[in-house]
């Protein structure tokens, strides 16, 4: 998984919801020998990559709450090719930090782009949790709501924690806007119908998950379900105003491609049509030459210690 995207329910979820409905790796039901891992990990590099500013902000927040216990140990659950992890040994400089994820590709890539100075566990989530040794800090983003029972996954990340120690769950937070509101293509509201579509898509895609139990998705109380207390909950902003630059327009031709082959069929002709105009990679329409084209999305996280 990643705290990516794919259900970059993110809300942009991550591996986005960074609703990448690219959640984690937003491989979904797709054999592993059937993905395309170097398009798919330079895909999650580029969503963690435009939520760096952010993840920093975050983890100097989270650096804060800890308080006055050494931090030794960082585990990123769910941390795709590594750059979310990268950025908290950053502001961890003396902790040990692992990436941990199931896939061992992107693992090997968050080895190769932090130059070793990651860790790397494979781990089959969440029925490996047990596995992962103690840390004083677990960052988990867009990765648990890949998970059938939520609930006993935080459950698990719980027991995993020193005492003192935190866990982060950066979920839900503001689906990503990237174009006004009319933006002459079609009908306008074209995004927040897109939206409905992807919302629908994700409630059916964890209906689809092992285990899977109905939750209600209020953080700060399945966290203290999970029986540690909730220290508070923040939302960072990641903004990228107008004009892009091109890995980030690129980053969009690849989101939106998503969509058209998650959602066509979901979509009324005009807005299919609006999204194959955004997809022409040489109108000036389209999203990757378009000069009005941004990328505004909110990140929350939601943590609580174990005592």
Known sequence: MSAHQHHSHSHGHSHGHSHGHGHGNGHGNVPAADLDWDALAAHLELEADLRAGAVTEAGRWLLGLHGEGEVRRVLDVGSGPGVIAGLLAEVFPA????????????????????????????????????KLGEADLIWSGNAIHHLGDQQAALASLARVLRPGGLLAVAESGLPARYLPRDFGLGRPG??????????????????????????????????????????????????????????????????????????????????????????????????????DAFYLSAMTVHTARRD
């Open 95 to 130: 902790a040990e930090v692992v990436a941990v994820d199931q896939s061992a590709a992107l693992l090997e890539r968050a080895r190769t782009r932090s130059g070793g100075r990651l860790g790397i566990q494979q781990a089959d989530l969440p029925a490996e949790f047990d």
């Open 190 to 291: 074209f995004q927040a119908r897109m939206d409905a579509a992807h919302e629908d898509g994700f409630s059916a895609m964890r209906a689809e998950l092992p285990g899977s139990t109905p939750e209600i998705e209020d953080w700060p109380a399945m966290l203290g379900r999970a029986g540690l207390t909730p220290v508070g909950t923040r939302t960072f902003l990641v903004d990228h105003p107008a004009p892009l630059a091109g890995p980030v327009r690129g980053y969009l031709h690849t989101q939106l491609a998503r969509r058209h082959d998650q959602l066509a069929e979901q979509l009324d002709a005009e807005d299919r049509a609006t999204l194959e105009a955004l997809l022409d990679e040489d109108a000036p329409t389209g999203i990757l030459r378009r000069p």
